[in-house]
């Protein structure tokens, strides 16, 4: 992306415009990893346009999908976090892994 004489343009304002190039709906278009090049000017990053925002809710990660609005920040108590880390230290092998598990089903209900 060229924009001389201009500060980077905004994550918002490039979804729009990529989104009305490829008749896609601004929604389902995730971009990310940009970096503006020395003297300024010119900018790289990727960009991911989805077919619905369905498909960008299932294959995004949440922290991207967080960035754009459409996900939410999971709330754990300071309790919550303690316990799972002592379960972990804990268990031994594979059962880390289930013991993640069960923490992970117990604070979602």
């Known amino acids: 992306m060229i924009h001389p004489g201009r500060a980077p343009v905004a994550k918002k304002d490039l ?3 990529i989104a009305k190039l490829h008749k896609a709906d601004a929604k389902a278009v995730i971009v990310f990893g940009f970096t503006t090049a ?3 000017g010119r900018s790289t990053g990727f960009g991911l346009i989805y077919n619905s925002v369905e ?3 299932k294959f995004e990660p949440r922290y991207r999908l967080m960035r754009v609005g459409e996900a939410t920040k999971k709330t ?3 309790k919550q976090w303690k316990d799972l ?3 972990k230290r804990t268990t031994w092998g594979t059962g880390k892994r289930a013991a993640a598990r069960a923490a992970k089903k117990a604070a979602a209900s």
Do not use: I, L, Q, V
């Open 15 to 17: 979804r729009e415009h």
């Open 38 to 40: 020395f003297g300024g």
């Open 55 to 57: 498909d960008m809710k």
């Open 76 to 78: 754990r108590t300071r």
């Open 85 to 87: 880390k002592k379960k």
